[in-house]
């Protein structure tokens, strides 16, 4: 799942799961239990991490997962499909865009309704996420070969590794 928090991806993970009787894992169900927070000084970094190398072993297993992470970073969105596609698995990238002033709302009333299961966001959050998120290129979304790892990295596991601290070498055999 691909977007920015408002966007739907929980709502369409959570469809897909059960359309498909399938494991959905979002962060965010987490986060909020264990660390009361959304941040939690790169404790997000560590949880994803150990819910890719879960996703990872569930793929292995012959099963299916979606993850609901929002990935706002191409190269995030790389990483996890050369995991998924080393453990044998078929990679689908669903993204989801609103409009800002509808998305913002949607974020909004979702932390009114649900605050277990999400962060309170100002608009300076909002802001800086627009700044920081990489929409999915035509490439991507046309789910064409994978390009190389980036620079120093031997491969997209590596770079992942470095990405997500917890996430160990894979055995991609």
Known sequence: MVGLPGSGKTTVAKQIAAERRILRLTPDEWMAPLFQDGEADGRRDILEGRMIWTAHEVLRSGASVVLDFGCWASEERYAIRS???????????????????????????????????????TDMDHDRFLALFQPPTADELADTPLPPAPAGFESWQQWASERWPTLPRLDLK
């Open 83 to 121: 995991i998924a596609e080393t453990a044998g698995a078929a990679f689908e990238l669903r993204y989801l865009s609103l409009a800002e002033p509808e998305r913002r709302a949607r974020a909004s009333l979702r932390w009114r309704e649900g605050p277990e299961s999400t962060f309170p966001m």
